[in-house]
């Protein structure tokens, strides 16, 4: 399975932004799939994940009722729709599949990221 993240921008304090993660491989519908993201000096942290029939998901604490994780397997993309955006949720946003959990290691395929900056 090969990602590609897009959707990344600058943002007001408040706003919305969707990121959309595109999966090429006809297997990406029977994986789960999830969302990381990175600031410099600190390590890839957790946001969201989804089950591979998008009836499960799960959120870092820091993003619940902000953030909602979405996919649409008939279009092999995993989406991330992120509402009240904060400073402090500034980051390169990576999507990943292939496993389930926080943990980077969980995960077996990664894309290459989009940058998010909210402005205060």
């Known amino acids: 399975v090969q990602l590609q993240a897009f959707g990344g921008g600058l943002v007001q304090a408040g706003g919305s932004l969707r990121l959309s993660c595109a999966a090429s491989g006809r297997s990406f519908s029977t994986r789960a799939a999830g969302w990381f993201r990175q600031t410099p000096g600190k390590e890839r942290e957790f946001v969201s994940a989804i089950g591979y029939g998008g009836g499960r998901t799960d959120y870092a604490d820091s993003v619940k009722g902000r953030f909602t994780i979405s996919r649409d397997n008939a279009e092999n993309t995993l989406y991330l729709q992120m509402n009240s955006l904060k400073p402090e949720d500034t980051a390169i946003y990576y999507c990943?599949?292939?496993?389930?959990?926080?943990?980077?290691?969980?995960?077996?395929?990664w894309g290459q990221g989009t940058l998010v900056t909210v402005s205060s």
């Open positions: 990943a599949a292939g496993g389930w959990g926080p943990k980077v290691q969980d995960y077996v395929y």
